[in-house]
């Protein structure tokens, strides 16, 4: 996607998230019908996300389904500049 490199089902602490892209420390989830039982714990995992230093965007599977372009672009625009938070000591690559 527009050269940027995501790792899927990355392990981040905690958390298994469902993309990772190292570069701009983003998150992007996607949210299937499950998600609407565990909305909570969603806001919950993603607050502590955010306080590691990652950006978390979120889809919908209806969104991915019929808007594809337009996810993959906000996708794209998310990424700026950014330092990534370490994963040093977690288990995890660069």
């Known amino acids: 996607l527009s050269g940027l490199h995501f790792r899927r089902q990355q392990i981040i602490d905690k958390f298994i998230v469902d ?6 420390a983003l998150i992007v989830e996607l949210d299937g019908g499950i998600h609407d039982l565990q909305k909570e714990s ?4 993603e607050a ?9 965007i979120r ?14 672009k906000q996708i794209v625009e998310s990424c700026s500049p950014f330092t990534p938070p370490s994963l040093e000591g977690r288990g995890q690559g660069g």
Request: include cysteine.
């Open 19 to 24: 993309f990772y892209c190292h570069q701009h």
């Open 42 to 45: 969603d806001v919950e995992r």
């Open 48 to 56: 502590y996300l955010i306080a590691r230093g990652f950006r978390v």
């Open 59 to 72: 889809f919908t599977n209806q969104q991915i389904f019929k808007d594809l372009p337009t996810v993959l």
